[in-house]
């Protein structure tokens, strides 16, 4: 069965560069997540979109920004990186639906330098 | 609001022996509950879901967890512990009520098995 796909998956920069992580859902799934994973914590929730509209947002900064496409893929943009950055950016895709069960990507690992 | 709290942070087993993983959570609404299993360097991968259907939920690879509205836990179990088993565990809470259904992550349990 398809999953859920990001890329890259590792990506080295350094402060103050940009990055820009994609994510592409499994197919016919409308809603997609962003969380990123620190080291030795749990995912923290970022943002989510649902059909193409920003649904929910939570600890995203400012420097970074997201969108969906209308093939339902999403890109999350983040700049002038800092060495806190550094994590696991994870990506999750579910239906439409009163449950939403989520099926995430094998993420993308972001170093910062 | 939701929450969720993973009452153990490290859990030692020996294999060939149960397993039990602990959660609670607190939720507005009536909440899906979850539990994902993170290998070493890999990704999240759905392990169980109670979505307000059978109170008891079986998952992948032996596992299951029970749904106690009362006691609001949804602890996991697995009769026979087996030396892949060993990895992180997230009890995750679900609100279906808002908008995106966003996901709250407990701070997870590592689980490690003895041979």
């Known amino acids: 069965a398809a999953g859920v796909i990001q890329s890259p998956r590792h990506l080295i920069k350094e402060k103050r560069e940009t990055a820009t992580l994609k994510c592409y859902p499994i197919p016919r799934h409308d809603t997609v997540y962003w969380y990123q994973q620190g080291p030795g914590q749990d995912p923290q929730f970022l943002i989510s979109?649902?059909?193409?509209?920003?649904?929910d947002k939570g600890s995203i900064p400012d420097r970074f920004s997201a969108q969906q496409f209308s093939d339902y893929h999403s890109e999350l943009n983040m700049s002038s990186l800092e060495l806190g950055d550094s994590a696991l950016y994870f990506c999750?895709?579910?239906?439409?639906?009163?449950?939403?069960?989520?099926?995430f990507g094998p993420g993308t690992r972001l170093l910062v330098l | 609001a939701q929450s969720v709290t993973q009452l153990d942070s490290h859990v030692s087993v020996s294999e060939g022996t149960p397993v039990l993983l602990r959660c609670n959570y607190s939720?507005?609404?009536?909440?899906?509950l979850f539990w994902y299993v993170q290998h070493p360097n890999k990704g999240l991968q759905l392990l169980l879901k109670y979505t307000s259907a059978a109170t008891l939920v079986k998952g992948i690879n032996g596992f299951e967890a029970e749904f106690k509205k009362s006691e609001t836990s949804f602890h996991l179990t697995k009769p026979s512990a087996h030396m892949s088993d060993a990895a992180e565990y997230f009890c995750?809470?679900?609100?279906?009520?808002?908008?995106?259904?966003?996901?709250?992550f407990g701070d997870g349990t590592t689980l490690t098995v003895k041979p």
């Open positions: 995750v809470v679900s609100d279906p009520g808002t908008n995106a259904g966003k996901s709250t």
């Open positions: 979109f649902y059909e193409k509209m920003q649904s």
């Open positions: 999750a895709s579910s239906q439409q639906g009163a449950f939403r069960t989520q099926y």
């Open positions: 939720s507005s609404y009536s909440p899906s």
